[in-house]
């Protein structure tokens, strides 16, 4: 059963979002708030993410009420494509990790009239924008910039620090292992680590 008019799927307007911040700055909390309402206003909903992300081990996001929004691993952004067939809006979360196809992948989607939202770290902790997320700040319809809080200073944070000695790029958060700080900490920090 068609659950939108004929009218209406046909013209059903296609757009990207990306929300993008450092850790801590609430990006999945704004996917996932902008899932719900979409799934509230009954549209088929559906969030991606890497399947390196193994953080949160629940196949679900969300699932502290009805309104629970299925989430599925994927291993390439061409994934994505086959498993939103029939859905309305695709969410992507922690998209830094996946590959540069995922700007054709976003396009044909929002060209199919898919509503995609993704969330993900613009810069990786060294302040270098990260994998995929700047071409799709570029080609999106909106693009939403959070801030987490400096954790030195009380002013909007702008990079994730790493606070461990490690200079692998794909280094899963876990909380103690990085700090959010604004550009002048972010500043004195390397300084003071550049001393050591
Ligand atoms: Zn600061």
């Excluded at 590959?99 to 993900?120: H, K």
């Amino acid at each position: 059963m068609e659950r939108h008019s004929e009218g209406w799927e046909m013209h059903r307007p296609g757009r990207i979002e990306v929300v993008c911040g450092s850790m801590f700055s609430g990006k999945t909390e704004e996917l996932i708030r902008r899932m719900k309402r979409a799934k509230f206003a009954r549209q088929r909903v559906e969030i991606f993410k890497p399947s390196l992300d193994t953080r949160y081990s629940e196949v679900d996001v969300v699932s502290h009420d009805k309104t629970t929004i299925p989430s599925t691993p994927v291993d390439s952004s061409s994934s994505i494509l086959l498993l939103a067939s029939d859905i309305d809006v695709v969410g992507i979360d922690e998209a830094q990790f996946l590959d540069g196809g995922l700007v054709d992948v976003c396009n044909q989607l929002a060209n199919r009239g898919v509503r995609v939202i993704v969330a993900g770290l613009d810069m990786d902790f060294k302040g270098v924008p990260f994998g995929p997320i700047p071409a799709l700040c570029a080609i999106a319809d909106e693009v939403t910039k959070v801030h987490a809080i400096c954790v030195k200073c009380g002013a909007l944070a702008y990079v994730s620090h790493r606070l461990v000695e490690n200079d692998k790029r794909v280094l899963l958060g876990e909380t103690n292992e990085y700090e959010p700080l604004c550009r002048d900490c972010y500043r004195k920090a390397m300084e003071e680590e550049k001393k050591r």
